[in-house]
């Protein structure tokens, strides 16, 4: 790598694709015309070769270590996005079913997968925070699971609105529980025998886009039928290690490459949970201290981790922040298109300095402006 | 790019993913940490910034500069491969159409679409190969396409046969043509008006695994239900600009690169037509003065100019040419695990230089072991 080449960065806070661990992308930088021993590159290897069945057996073995996923679970690396997502777990466990499922909706991102759940059978909505703007997520005695729903499904961290369930919520034991983790995969430990699905598509914490992986009990994947599309069909994954069709080979390597990160790098995901509790709270710090010029979107107790959330108190003013930051090397701060504002992503491969510049850079703007 | 690299390199005759242009891999690897401009890898980049945005229109615009393509074709980047297409191509134009869809039957790979074309309608397959052994394609007069049915569809090349169409069959002008261009796509020019869609995963001649390209008349993108899952309904990622959700931004983006490398570097679709023909004449011509020894599979006027497919004469032979190939750095040469043999894919990015040292290696490994 260049020199140049890394004091041309900055603190990237995008939302997802996001920024990516500087270690990893100078091993790839260094491998990218000759994988180690294959003569070519990572992108040229075929698929069913010795060299990408080992760089994607490690890459699923690096994330079962980081959870301690039993055998019970298969772990697949597919494509499509969460968006995909949306429509195969209701095709495959709530098709046909004769059930319901019941579905928590705290953000965007569970209004779309309820969306696609309904093409597919009877869905429950059975909590939204749709009233105070997704500004929350249910406390316990919020809602109520029927035993015999095909499943619960929430999304465990709504980039969008910037809330986050600092736990899973309840579920009776008779219903799997079905997580979109799409934006907080990875950032923590988990109990994953809590769960009989969760996946989450690579471009927050896990990697590049273009993979997504996907975490099911295995007795689930008998649920699909044969006529589905296959490539809907959890089984046919499961069935062929991910390689039913041609995975995203170079999506996958890179991911592999951040979840051993993770272990070596980092030390885990308690070690994670706890540099991204630091982080988050550097910025939460400084707009609790301006209560009336930073306007927190999340209720104090649902913030994410992830993504903080907020608003100034005018567009000159956020437009200022916007400009300002961008001049600090901090940048991609805008919020999401459908609710404007400022959103701050601080996921996995945020490192501390950036989380403390964009803090710093925050109390100074306020002390200014405020 | 350190020097070590480049000479570490092999002649890659891989099926796909398969060989990448080398200036292409060194200009991916000068950005991997910086885009320029963009302060950030472009797998960091969000595929909803202005710089992602420019990469995807530019890889576009390529693909339709090639091509000629008009504003009457969307051009969509998609996840899936082709696997997802076998389903979405009837998903979207088969199912409750009231029609029957015809397919030409030449290998496995129509194999597989024609078994996710079943599910959704019923499908006529008008030829089949299947009696030779997938050696050939059918000739005019082999089939008759019914002038209603839903849509005639055939595999271009089959990668795994060493089959290819020599030019598009012949099709009702009632009857959208369906092609998948999965190992041919780029290959040659081709009057993309010819056709109804064309699609093609894009790890031949196109790019990394995990981007499929699909060209599709604007009129049949409307013949999705709403009903379909999302990601499904090829209106979705046409109404968005591949944007429904996010994109593969990587593999888009060395999609792009390689369409600007076949215009600038080898001067368009033409001109790559020609030298595709004369790497695959040098590995004919060698079958064809050893006839006893090569045993070819594919008819000849039927032979793809993308996989060279032949058998030798035992086992034994077999293991000492894929062995003696290896260590004169020509490297995997095995055929498919379904039908063994050897198969030589010298698709746009293997250079002449490959295939002449292959073309050598054959005839000294006939010359002394036939």
């Not at 004769?98 to 909505?125: F, H, P, Q």
Request: glycine fraction near 8%; aromatic fraction near 10%.
């Amino acid at each position: 790598m260049s020199a140049t080449a890394t004091t041309e960065r900055v603190f990237n806070f995008s939302a997802g694709p996001a920024a990516l661990p500087v270690s990893v992308l100078q091993e790839i930088q260094d491998e990218l015309l000759c994988y180690p021993g294959a003569g070519a590159s990572v992108m040229e290897l075929s698929h069913r070769g010795k060299v990408f069945i080992q760089i994607m057996e490690e890459a699923e073995a690096s994330i079962r270590s980081l959870f301690g996923i039993s055998d019970d679970y298969a772990v697949l690396l597919l494509q499509g996005g969460a968006a995909l997502q949306f429509s195969m777990i209701p095709c495959n466990l709530l098709r046909d079913s004769g059930k319901s499922a019941s579905y928590l909706l705290t953000g965007a991102w569970g209004k779309k997968a309820i969306g696609e759940a309904k093409k597919e059978g009877t869905v429950d909505t059975i909590y939204s925070a749709a009233d105070t703007g997704f500004d929350r997520v249910p406390k316990a005695g919020d809602y109520t699971v029927k035993d015999d729903s095909a499943y619960l499904y929430y999304c465990s961290n709504e980039t969008i609105e910037g809330v986050q369930f600092q736990s899973e919520p309840e579920c009776p034991t008779s219903v799997p529980l079905i997580s979109d983790a799409s934006s907080d995969f990875l950032s923590r430990p988990l109990d994953i025998d809590k769960y009989g699905l969760i996946y989450a598509c690579a471009q927050k914490n896990a990697g590049p886009a273009g993979v997504t992986v996907v975490v099911i009990r295995r007795d689930l994947l008998e649920m699909g039928s044969d006529k589905l599309p296959g490539y809907l069909n959890y089984k046919n994954h499961a069935d062929n290690d991910s390689m039913w069709n041609t995975p995203p080979t170079f999506p996958i390597y890179v991911l592999g490459k951040v979840a051993k990160w993770l272990s070596s790098d980092i030390g885990g995901l308690a070690a994670m949970e706890k540099l991204n509790h630091e982080k988050s709270n550097l910025l939460y710090q400084v707009i609790d201290k301006y209560p009336e010029f930073y306007l927190g979107h999340a209720q104090v107790d649902c913030r994410s981790k992830m993504n903080a959330t907020f608003n100034l108190p005018s567009s000159g003013l956020l437009e200022a922040f916007v400009s300002e930051a961008g001049k600090n090397n901090l940048q991609n701060l805008k919020g999401h298109r459908s609710v404007g504002g400022i959103r701050a992503s601080v996921y996995n491969a945020m490192p501390l300095e950036g989380a403390q510049a964009l803090a710093s850079f925050m109390d100074d703007f306020a002390a200014k402006n405020g």
